[in-house]
């Protein structure tokens, strides 16, 4: 029997609702923000403004916002390590600052591109790697609570007073000198892919890039945390001991995502580093190591959009500010978020809107039953 056009289409029609629902079945749940086809609508369109940025504000702007969706990364990870499995870290940019200065050695003694490419995965399981060995002293040695805070925050100043004495001719990788408060310039664009098949990212095509990956990303993320693992890593957040109770390994757990958010931050610090071709000890100053937990505090710690809303925000509003009132500035936005909105702006935002809905949908209600004893 011959299927009819119209029986085609109707066809086509369920299986891509099918496909579309089961895709969508994967990235909501009650671990993030965003669970209708409006979001969806609306999270496509901001996608494509941002694809027609660099179109409308030139590739100065797309520069400089690639900056802040770059250091999106940072937030994330620091989302997933602390509003995921409530392990709050002041370690995240320990583990960017790793990343970069290891691409920076790497990239700067290989800068073929099958040597840079090789660059960026080295630093990324770098940044990892630091995490996961500062991750199992800390969780498996019984640290917990207000104590891992301190302990990340300590292992950064470490790194910064290291790499800030880092100066001279002694303290020379092969071609690269580390360069002490100068820090380490000449960093090669990033690159993937071996000669005469390589994609080299600079300007524009690094906006791209960044943008591409940072969708992915999230919505990678969006499906890790609605996951069976998600659920997992929210019940060690909310009680540790009952997590336990009931069978499941809580110190592997808390490992195995602080080593995933190292991995996270040292992605952006990868391409942080390609960005400005140059890192120095700065990144593994205080004033840095604070940012994250501003970001993230900022757009809501138990949400994933909160922190790549924010931290662009944040950062695109201190651009246009001096260093120090900047600091001052975002830091009384902290203080007035953990004190009128401590669950993060898109939350409340996002509660907002669901009210606003559902005021809608009973106003509704009143008018058609007004009309039905009318008529």
């Known amino acids: 029997m011959t299927e009819t056009p119209e029986a085609a289409g109707g066809t086509a029609d369920r299986l891509q609702g099918g496909v579309l629902a089961r895709l969508r079945t994967k990235l909501e749940g009650p671990n993030t923000v965003g669970n209708s086809r409006t979001f969806w609508v609306g999270f496509l369109v901001a996608v494509l403004a941002l694809f027609a940025y660099p179109m409308l504000m030139g590739s100065y702007a797309a520069s400089k916002l690639s900056l802040f969706l770059l250091y999106a990364f940072l937030g994330l990870s620091l ?11 002041f370690g995240q940019v ?6 970069g200065y290891t691409f920076g050695v790497v990239s700067v003694n290989f800068s073929t591109p099958l040597g840079i490419t090789a660059a960026f995965l080295v630093a990324i399981v770098a940044g990892a790697a630091v995490a ?7 969780f498996y040695g019984g640290v917990r609570d207000v104590y891992v805070t301190i302990i ?10 290291f790499m800030a004495q880092t100066a001279g001719a002694k303290w020379t990788v092969g071609e690269a000198a580390l360069g002490g408060f100068n820090g380490m310039p000449t ?36 499906a890790l ?29 808390k490992l195995t995502v602080f080593t995933f958010g190292g991995a996270l931050a040292a992605l952006s610090g990868v391409l942080y580093a390609s960005w400005g071709n140059y890192v120095n000890p700065d990144v593994f100053s205080i004033t840095f190591a604070a940012l994250p937990v501003v970001w993230v505090s900022v757009g809501g710690r138990k949400t994933l959009l909160g922190a790549v809303v924010a931290t662009v925000v944040v950062q695109w509003f201190s651009n246009f500010l001096s260093g120090q009132l900047a600091f001052v500035i975002v830091g009384g936005l902290l203080l007035t978020v953990i004190l009128v909105l ?9 509660e907002y809107y669901h009210r606003y809905r559902a005021n809608q949908r009973n106003s509704q209600r009143d008018v058609d039953a007004t ?4 008529e």
């Open 187 to 222: 960093i090669p664009n990033l690159a993937l892919g071996v000669s005469g098949a390589a994609v080299t990212f600079s300007d524009l095509t690094f906006y791209y890039f960044v943008l591409v990956l940072l969708c992915a990303t999230y919505l990678g993320l969006r």
């Open 342 to 350: 401590p669950e993060g702006a898109v939350p409340r935002l996002d």
């Open 132 to 138: 996961a060995i500062l991750g199992y002293f800390m």
């Open 94 to 99: 320990a583990f960017f600052g790793v990343a």
């Open 79 to 89: 989302t997933v390590v602390w509003g995921y499995a409530g392990i709050l870290s």
């Open 152 to 161: 990340t925050l300590v292992a950064t100043l470490v790194l910064h007073t």
């Open 225 to 253: 945390v609605n996951s069976d693992y998600g659920r997992v890593m929210v019940a060690t957040r909310e009680d540790e001991d009952r997590t336990r109770m009931f069978g499941y390994d809580v110190k592997r757990v």
């Open 371 to 374: 009309r039905e004893v009318t």
